[in-house]
């Protein structure tokens, strides 16, 4: 049977997959687990497409209200078919997330008829315009915004202004801005990315090798995030809800991304600026935190020292700050108009002025360089945080590079030293938890606990107007 909606398609991929698993559960589960994972896994797609068949919006959505509810009821059958040992992490993991992108679909399909039949008042709609998912119309069209500023200073030599570290292939075979885009596929109606002249054209062969549609903003010249998100939300309707991330964190854990992701965008539907906290796994000094009580923000706390951060961790009551938001575009510049007007006017002022996305350099330098966290963050009273469990690291240090390189099977020798950069043998003597990275034109040996210190290599050599820095 055929069907434009793509959560009809992913449902039915999923039934297929469920199928193919079960052929080699035991024969004792024939007419127990097998049959209700099946059952369940099939009713998703069957819902779907009975439900887009009735007459009336209210219908269609009940169907859909089902079709998540045997979703729920899959996701249980397989996770207790890996718990018994039937199927494969593998498998598990591969069906784990195509639920979440269904649930994904799901959500944004109900959100979209229940806003319709709202404002229709239940008005009768043809079959043609639920068959297609293009045909309805999202009030709330979600864009996920790519911030791809920075340079990633403390990862020189690695790291260069030709080339940051959100561009470099070193991760799994692909580069983090890369990554980026795809962990938000099936989230986002629309991708924007706000990048600057010197790394535009590294966002857009990445993009362009993907074939994936994008909306460019270029800066001219850096004028922190404050402007940046300022940017994204005056192109963009004021009602769409924008996914703001950087385009140079490393994120696992995809089932608890798209939860969080969820209940960010539902929060942001009411008219929250929602961050994303992540719950924290060790007293980090490298990273910003929030206090919060519940979903409410209390305070946002710099980067802390060793001891302080012992004291955040063990209060119970502080995440990680991510530098992840999600809001309506409206609901933010009425904050920022509210709590920083020279911000917002000459943003507006730099947006009225573009040229096909490109920004004017003379009007841009008149921006105040400040954060989204001084101008907004820290001053409204519409914030909101989402407590994050999924697995997340900036890679702002060569510490947190070592951390993840090991995760993924990096080779290090029995005294915990990495070489980065090159396969040539080399040898360590007489050191411990050593880093080595090598590149064609600069080498650079640290401490792994000194990783937040290659900042000053890289000041030093920007005073210079050293070469090595291109």
């Avoid at 629309?190 to 270029?218: A, F, W």
């Avoid at 969820?262 to 539907?269: R, Y």
Wanted: charged share 25%.
């Amino acid at each position: 049977m055929e069907s434009n909606l793509e959560v009809w398609k992913t449902a039915h991929q999923l039934t297929l997959a469920v199928y193919k698993v079960t052929q080699n559960f035991p024969k004792s589960e024939q007419f127990g687990l097998t049959s209700q994972v099946r059952r369940s896994a099939s009713s998703v797609p069957t819902n779907i497409i009975e439900g887009q068949a009735r007459q009336y919006k209210k219908e269609f959505v009940q169907f859909l209200y089902i079709s998540k509810g045997s979703l729920e009821e899959t996701n249980y059958h397989l996770f207790l078919s890996k718990e018994l040992g039937y199927i494969s992490e593998d498998d598990y993991k591969m069906l784990a997330e195509l639920c979440t992108r269904i649930k994904m679909m799901l959500y944004k399909l109900i959100t979209t008829n229940n806003e319709q039949r709202t404002t229709n008042n239940e008005q009768r709609t043809t079959n043609n315009e639920q068959r297609t998912l293009s045909n309805m119309i999202n009030k709330h069209s979600i864009t996920h915004v790519i911030l791809t500023g920075g340079v990633g200073s403390r990862l020189w030599p690695l790291s260069r202004k030709s080339r940051p570290k959100q561009y470099l292939d070193i991760f799994d075979g692909k580069s983090l801005f890369e990554m980026t885009v795809d962990r938000n596929r099936t989230i986002a109606d629309k991708v924007m990315v706000v990048g600057n002249i010197d790394n535009c054209h590294l966002s857009r062969k990445i993009l362009e090798q993907t074939n994936t549609p994008y909306i460019d903003i270029v800066e001219s010249t850096p004028r922190n995030t404050a402007a940046a998100i300022a940017f994204a939300a005056f192109a963009s309707d004021p009602e769409d809800i924008l996914i703001i991330t950087p385009s140079d964190h490393i994120i696992d854990e995809m089932q608890q991304y798209q939860a969080a992701i969820e209940e960010a965008v539902e929060k942001a539907g009411e008219g929250f600026i929602v961050t994303f906290g992540i719950v924290p796994s060790k007293p980090e000094t490298g990273y910003g935190y929030i206090e919060r009580k519940g979903d409410a923000v209390v305070s946002f706390r710099e980067k802390p020292n060793q001891v302080t951060a012992a004291e955040f961790i063990a209060r119970g009551n502080f995440l990680w700050n991510s530098g992840m938001f999600c809001f309506k575009a409206g609901v933010l510049l009425e904050e920022l108009k509210t709590f920083h007007p020279e911000v917002y006017e000459k943003s507006k002022l730099v947006w009225e002025s573009n040229i096909n996305g490109n920004l004017d350099l003379g009007l841009s330098l008149d921006i105040p360089s400040i954060s989204i966290d001084y101008a907004v963050m820290e001053r409204s009273r519409k914030i909101k945080v989402v407590s994050s469990k999924f697995a997340w690291s900036d890679l702002g240090s060569f510490e947190s590079v070592y951390d993840y390189l090991v995760s993924i099977g990096h080779a290090v020798d029995e005294n915990g030293n990495m070489v980065i950069g090159t396969t040539n043998y080399t040898a360590f003597i007489g050191v411990k938890d050593t880093i080595f990275v090598c590149t064609p034109t600069a080498n650079l040996i640290l401490k792994k606990e000194f990783s937040q210190d290659v900042k000053s290599v890289y000041n030093a050599l920007e005073r210079d107007n050293s070469d090595l820095l291109n």
